[in-house]
């Protein structure tokens, strides 16, 4: 039997080799089925569709969407997820079949070709292009939103305001952009919950919020 450490994706920070194709679809199926839970979720999604052995573009093109949805059950929202895997497993095998060719294009038509697929939104779009395919694009999710204001450093909420902001403070990196990424989640999860725990938070010197905090 497969060793189960096998078959869960692994965080490597600061590793930014080559991925295979294999690799690259797990990491954008990993995006689509993240929408709305949290990644232990996922983990277990891509845990059973790894034992199923169907994580492979022709085979999910053709499994049929009950089981699909019965393998993805835990990440949530499964039918329509189920259908957004779909979707974009199409959309890949008819562009070709290669997801390191799709999304190597000009990234504002790529990103554009992603954001026409139903169920594909700014923040999967954008993480599909910086860890599949290790574009310099920063990608804003809820905990980027939440730290950053609180921080003091934005009032804004759009998404393309947000991302502008951060692209134009920060040198265009894909391997930073991600490096941002992980870190914003690591603190949103250890310290800047929904209730923020300001005391002995690491930014707390440098965040609004955290300094009126930890002045009373
Ligand atoms: S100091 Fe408080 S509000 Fe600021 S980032 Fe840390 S936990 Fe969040």
């Known amino acids: ?12 920070p600061g590793f930014w080799g080559a991925l295979s194709e294999r690799e690259r679809l797990e990491i954008a199926i990993g995006a689509i089925l993240t929408q709305n839970t949290n990644w232990g979720n996922v983990c277990l999604a891509l845990e059973r569709l790894n034992l199923a052995q169907v994580l492979e573009l022709e085979k999910l093109s053709k499994i049929k969407a009950q089981k699909l949805q019965s ?91 947000l991302q502008k902001f951060f692209e134009s403070h920060l040198p265009k990196k894909s391997s930073l952009y991600s490096e941002f990424h992980a870190l914003f989640v690591a603190l949103a999860k250890n310290y800047c919950r929904t209730k923020p725990i300001c005391r002995g938070c690491p930014v707390s010197d440098i965040c609004a919020h955290g300094v009126q905090v930890l002045r009373k």
């Not at 039997?1 to 490597?12: F, I």
């Not at 190597?104 to 026409?116: A, D, F, I, V």
């Open 71 to 161: 393998l993805i059950r835990s990440s949530g929202y499964f039918r329509q997820k189920s259908r957004k895997i779909k979707i974009f497993v199409e959309a890949v095998l008819n562009r070709g079949g290669s997801l390191k060719n799709w999304l190597s294009g000009p990234l504002e038509k790529t990103r554009k070709e992603l954001l026409s697929l139903w169920g594909i939104g700014p923040e999967t779009a954008d993480s599909i292009l910086l860890y599949v395919s290790q574009r310099p694009i920063f990608v804003v999710d809820a905990y980027t939103l939440r730290i950053s204001r609180r921080l003091g450093w934005v009032h804004e909420t759009s998404y393309d305001k």
């Open 1 to 12: 039997m497969t060793p189960r450490k096998e078959l869960v994706p692994r965080y490597r």
